[in-house]
């Protein structure tokens, strides 16, 4: 099972906002397209949750393929030499 949501890219905005829980990758295509529009950011969950999810925590996550690691480049002085160090 999957899990997308379309985030506001404006931190100040507060309120519901759609997601999806899905193991229809047409669905998800679908969730995207209408979702993905000016003043949202759509993310997907980066573990494959358990079939029956119906929530996203730890309890849930049935695997992870892989791990990542999130730098986040706003807070970076010199941005591509020092990213490209840590990565």
């Not at 695997?63 to 999130?70: A, E, K, P, Q, V």
Request: hydrophobic content about 35%; overall charge negative.
């Amino acid at each position: 099972m999957q899990y997308l949501a379309a985030l506001w890219d404006d931190k100040a905005k507060r309120g519901p906002f759609p997601q999806l829980y899905t193991n229809d990758p047409k669905e998800a295509e679908e969730f995207i397209r209408n979702c993905d529009r000016e003043g949202r950011t759509v993310v997907r969950c980066v573990g494959e949750l358990a079939d029956d999810a119906k929530e996203r925590r730890i309890e849930t996550i049935k695997s992870l393929s892989f791990l990542h690691g999130d730098i986040d480049l706003r807070e970076l002085a010199d941005v591509a030499r020092t990213a490209l160090r840590k990565s």
